[in-house]
């Protein structure tokens, strides 16, 4: 009996460590060979539904921009007609001012409707 106590049952419980501990620590490979590869084709397949959502997301932005950019390009070209034609109606009205009033030459005179023609 001493004996048992002794020296069999704390061998006995020496190996029984040891067998869990071993144990344990090959759940715990395992259990975290296991985790890395779900993480990373987890984390792969994040990456690629995000590389989609920016991709996505840049092509929407790009359109908007676009379409802000091509109605803005229609209203200054607009402006820029609308003044045009009010600077070409100013210049034709006071060359015909300067001949209603006979004021310069035949040869100013014509030489400014060749201005207001040009521009």
Known sequence: MEYTEEVLIPRMADLMDDKLEKGFQSFERRFEKKMDEKFKNGFESFEKK???????QNYEIKEYVDKKLSNYTDKIFKKLDKKYEQEKQFRSKVV???KKNKIGTAEDWA???????GT
Not at 50 to 56: E, G, I, N, S, T
Not at 111 to 117: I, K, T
């Open 50 to 56: 995000m590389d989609l959502k920016f991709a996505r």
């Open 111 to 117: 030489y400014l409707d060749g201005m207001v023609a």
């Open 96 to 98: 015909e001012l300067f």
